[in-house]
């Protein structure tokens, strides 16, 4: 399922659902049966469960969950935070079937830390996703013995102590093991440290329509490739190299010669039908020696760069990658952005706009109109470039700061890591997963700048083509395997291309 849903937006999407006839009681009755089917699924009869409750509809929740695993014959106990009678609306009609059952002799106990024992599996329902706010006090030592505990963990929702829409820590969370949540997914279970919290999600059907969607109209999204493989360019049978668009990588000096052709064999990879290296002539001989589909042409300058793109079938460059930092950098750059193509800029592309040029180098993207750029910051790249419009990243979730920087460069954003957000000007923004840890090693950053580029020289449309490259990017370190390195990537795509066209076939 693509959308991830904030805390507000699944709010509306209840109230759609009781406004339409279903009633609030039933949607708990069906969330707390999904938690019991996923206890049920992986621990037999018998089990001792322990569902630490909230005084909220997520201690609801827990509640219908303890009392269809108790009918199943599990060893249950219910730990409650706060006072039965504080219990409001479905949470307490919830509480009062939980008592009711077999004549009444069901209890519950006082959420402390020394109650949780003896348990095989702890039921996380304290907070969910609406936590806005820091936990400490009685709560905080029972999620820090919660954490303590030899015991199985599921959450409900989201682990308590997450933030649903940026995925932030808000003073201690839950290690759950496993977490059950409703309808979609929330942002917090994509983003970090979040993500790690959560462990996997299953994602439960409780009676909402997915035509609350269209009321609701979701900007963040999961990347999978449902949301952009309509768009992805594929060879046609009556096509020919020059349909497929024409790639151009901007090389550094002999020295850093590595890091260009990294994204031109990506690009190539992509599908892009050309791609061309332009070096300057002190690296023409290296990059000539160790390209082989690729083209090697000269480009001392911000002129002589711009005279080669003056071939509009030319139609993405990619600067940055090993290409230096300063003013003849920013010449090359501005070169590209007055031409109509795509231009994806990287690394030294974007630390030579840090500081004072960073206006000026906005507004040379903003005036572009519908012409794409897209930038791939790391996070130190972006803290260079964007400190002085944006406040500290503590303050912002990377979700908010990734959206806050594409409306402020009119670019499309890359913010790189292991929770990759993908941002567009007009506020859709993907979150990507599947980059596994061995991404994180020298010149991956430039390989996935050349998948970017591969894409959008066969059209593919911006926001999607920086979405399918991220996937790829992280598909293909995953079929590469633990000890890849950033030459490993462009090889394994061949196989991640094969899967992708059996998935969808």
């Known amino acids: 399922m693509l959308e991830l849903l904030t805390t507000a937006e699944m709010a509306q999407a209840d109230r759609l659902t009781i406004a339409a006839g279903t009633p609030g009681i039933d949607l708990m009755e069906a969330a707390g049966r999904a938690v019991a089917d996923a206890v049920s699924a992986r621990h037999p009869p018998g089990t001792r469960v322990v569902v630490v409750a909230g005084p909220g509809n997520n201690?609801?929740?827990?509640?219908?969950?303890?009392?269809?695993?108790?009918?199943r014959r599990y060893r249950v106990r219910v730990l409650l935070l706060g006072e039965r009678g504080r219990l409001k609306g479905d949470a307490a009609e919830a509480a009062a079937r939980w008592q009711g059952a077999k004549g009444g002799q069901r209890l519950f106990e006082p959420?402390?830390?020394?109650?949780?024992?003896?348990?095989?599996?702890?039921?996380?329902a304290l907070f969910g996703a609406g936590l806005d706010r820091p936990i400490e006090g009685a709560a905080r030592a029972l999620i820090d013995a919660m954490n303590a505990?030899?015991?199985?963990?599921?959450?409900?929702?989201?682990?308590?102590?997450?933030?649903?829409?940026?995925?932030?820590?808000m003073g201690c969370a839950v290690r759950a093991s496993r977490t059950v949540t409703f309808f979609r997914r929330k942002p917090g279970h994509a983003l970090l440290p979040g993500r790690i919290h959560c462990g996997p999600v299953d994602i439960a059907d409780i009676g909402i329509a997915p035509e609350a969607l269209a009321h609701i109209r979701p900007r963040t999204f999961n990347n999978d490739p449902a949301l952009w493989r309509a768009l992805l360019p594929l060879p046609q049978i009556a096509g020919h190299k020059y349909s497929r668009g024409h790639a151009v990588v901007v090389?550094?000096?002999?020295?850093?010669?590595?890091?260009?052709?990294?994204?031109?064999?990506?690009?190539?990879?992509?599908?892009?039908?050309?791609?061309?290296?332009?070096?300057?002539?002190?690296?023409?001989?290296?990059q000539a020696a160790a390209n082989t589909a690729v083209m090697v042409r000269p480009a001392d300058s911000a002129v002589e760069l711009a005279a080669l793109l003056a071939d509009r079938r030319l139609n993405a460059v990619v600067l940055g990658p090993g290409g230096g930092i300063g003013p003849a950098m920013r010449e090359q750059v501005r070169a590209?952005?007055?031409?109509?193509?795509?231009?994806?800029?990287?690394?030294?592309?974007?630390?030579?706009f840090a500081g004072d040029a960073a206006p000026s180098f906005f507004h040379?993207?903003?005036?572009?109109?519908?012409?794409?750029?897209?930038?791939?910051?790391?996070?130190?790249?972006?803290?260079?470039?964007?400190?002085?419009?944006?406040e500290p990243a503590e303050k912002r979730s990377k979700l908010e700061r990734a959206r806050a920087a594409a409306d402020i460069s009119g670019a499309i954003v890359i913010l790189k890591g292991a929770d990759t957000v993908i941002a567009a000007p007009d506020g859709r923004a993907?979150?990507?997963?599947?980059?596994?840890?061995?991404?994180?090693?020298?010149?991956?950053?430039?390989?996935?700048?050349?998948?970017?580029?591969?894409?959008?020289?066969?059209?593919?449309?911006?926001?999607?083509?920086?979405?399918?490259?991220?996937?790829?990017?992280?598909?293909?370190?995953?079929?590469?395997?633990?000890?890849?390195?950033?030459?490993?990537?462009?090889?394994?795509?061949?196989?991640?291309?094969?899967?992708?066209?059996?998935r969808e076939a």
């Open 336 to 352: 590209a952005l007055a031409g109509r193509r795509a231009v994806v800029l990287d690394a030294d592309a974007l630390s030579s």
């Open 59 to 71: 201690g609801g929740d827990g509640f219908v969950a303890a009392r269809v695993l108790a009918d």
């Open 251 to 286: 090389s550094g000096g002999a020295v850093t010669t590595g890091a260009a052709r990294l994204a031109a064999r990506a690009a190539l990879r992509a599908g892009a039908g050309l791609v061309t290296i332009a070096a300057p002539r002190e690296a023409l001989a290296v």
């Open 111 to 124: 959420a402390t830390p020394q109650a949780l024992d003896p348990a095989d599996v702890i039921v996380d």
């Open 364 to 390: 040379a993207i903003k005036a572009r109109g519908d012409d794409a750029t897209i930038l791939t910051p790391h996070e130190g790249e972006f803290a260079r470039l964007f400190s002085s419009e944006l």
């Open 430 to 502: 993907a979150v990507n997963a599947n980059g596994p840890p061995w991404l994180a090693t020298a010149g991956t950053g430039d390989v996935l700048a050349g998948l970017v580029a591969g894409l959008l020289a066969q059209g593919m449309p911006a926001f999607e083509a920086a979405s399918a490259a991220a996937w790829l990017h992280g598909e293909a370190a995953a079929t590469a395997g633990i000890g890849m390195i950033s030459e490993d990537l462009a090889e394994a795509l061949p196989r991640v291309w094969r899967r992708l066209q059996e």
């Open 149 to 169: 505990s030899s015991a199985t963990i599921l959450a409900v929702d989201l682990a308590s102590g997450v933030n649903g829409t940026s995925g932030a820590v």
